[in-house]
């Protein structure tokens, strides 16, 4: 079955420090995206990205196909960004997402 | 916008009784709804993919008999849990399609189940 890996599992940072997350999966995916798991529990999602460069805000995912991977960068960190940061993938259109076990991310003033 | 809610927030049961939970997309056709349960220190498992008009797919460790799904328009999905233990207590997200390929998916807010 098709995996996702993140890393790191957790990350501290001083608020304004920036922050670089991983995610490796281990089968080709159709669609790729991060999301963000607030610490009440509730799912946003913040980018879809499949392949290359995407910007949002102070978000920036990079995704390489071909070596399975993507990262999300965090420039500027907030105490606001604190939370869980989820990749999941999709190998073809017709299945549901295969989420990471996510990275924690902690922000301190 | 597109817009996802889902009933209950949060519910309680006790060992042995059942929970339905329902899933209601606003602004858009939801073509596919995906369930799936985040347990406690775990990340999401996707439970079943429901299409309209096709068989509910169901992954394994998840059956039909324990989670049945509804899925009657393109707006409204609900899943139950039936003869629920503590294994089954967690977060059940409900993710909605707007269209057979689109890649985009919009989540609930979620159900926190908790069996006591």
């Known amino acids: 079955g098709q995996q996702v890996q993140q890393s790191p599992a957790s990350l501290v940072l001083q608020e304004g420090e920036n922050a670089e997350l991983q995610c490796n999966f281990s089968?080709?995916?159709?669609?790729l995206q991060w999301f963000y798991q607030s610490p009440g529990g509730s799912l946003v999602s913040l980018l879809s990205?499949?392949?290359g460069t995407k910007h949002t805000g102070r978000l920036t995912s990079t995704t390489v196909t071909k070596e399975r991977r993507s990262s999300l960068h965090i420039s500027s960190s907030q105490t606001t960004d604190s939370g869980t940061y989820l990749c999941?993938?999709?190998?073809?259109?017709?299945?549901?997402?295969?989420f990471g076990l996510g990275t924690r991310v902690s922000v301190f003033p | 916008g597109a817009l996802v809610y889902q009933y209950p927030r949060r519910t309680i049961c006790k060992s042995g009784t059942s929970m339905r939970m329902e899933c209601q997309a606003v602004?858009?056709?939801?073509?596919?709804v995906a369930w799936y349960r985040q347990s406690p220190q775990k990340t999401f498992e996707l439970i079943a993919l429901?299409?309209?008009?096709?068989?509910?797919?169901?992954e394994q460790n998840f059956t039909q008999e324990k989670f049945p799904i509804s899925h009657p328009n393109l707006s409204f999905s609900s899943m139950t849990v039936l003869n629920a233990y503590l294994e089954d207590r967690g977060l059940y997200l409900c993710?909605?399609?707007?269209?057979?390929?689109?890649?985009?998916?919009?989540f609930g807010p979620g159900t926190r189940l908790t069996v006591l």
């Open positions: 999941a993938i999709v190998n073809n259109y017709a299945q549901g997402l295969t």
């Open positions: 089968s080709t995916a159709t669609q």
């Open positions: 990205n499949p392949s």
């Open positions: 602004g858009f056709q939801a073509t596919s």
């Open positions: 429901s299409t309209v008009n096709s068989a509910i797919k169901y």
């Open positions: 993710g909605a399609k707007p269209g057979l390929g689109g890649l985009e998916q919009y």
